[in-house]
């Protein structure tokens, strides 16, 4: 996480609002490009989760800089693992497995 584009966010641990760290990110963005004839619909996923499907003209590129909820856009981050401080926190067996991937289909 030490990239010109790095920055530092704030880290609460568990029910302790007190006791924050900073916690290094590094943003990222996806390139998708078709090199077919025809136009194709790509779907991303970031960490198993579905994030955005678009629609990719031939010889187009499209970037995916974030995840939109409709009023705002969550930028994509790289951030260092984290322990789990309690059970809410905790992912899924499925899902766990899918934690660093990026899968475009």
């Known amino acids: 996480m030490h990239h010109e584009s790095s920055y530092k966010v704030p ?3 568990g ?3 007190e006791d924050v760290a900073m916690w290094p990110v590094t943003p990222y963005t996806l390139a998708l490009r078709n090199h077919d004839s025809q136009a194709v619909w790509a779907t991303v996923y970031v960490d198993g989760c579905k994030i ?3 629609c990719i003209k031939p010889n187009e590129t499209k970037e995916v800089q974030g ?3 409709g009023a ?3 930028e994509l981050l790289f951030s260092f693992p984290r322990l789990v401080s309690s ?3 905790k992912l ?3 899902r766990l497995s899918q934690v ?3 899968s475009i289909v």
């Open 11 to 13: 880290l609460a641990e």
């Open 15 to 17: 029910n302790n609002t």
């Open 52 to 54: 955005s499907k678009e």
């Open 67 to 69: 995840i939109d909820n």
């Open 72 to 74: 705002s856009v969550k």
């Open 87 to 89: 059970e809410k926190d």
């Open 92 to 94: 899924d067996s499925d």
């Open 100 to 102: 660093g991937c990026v």
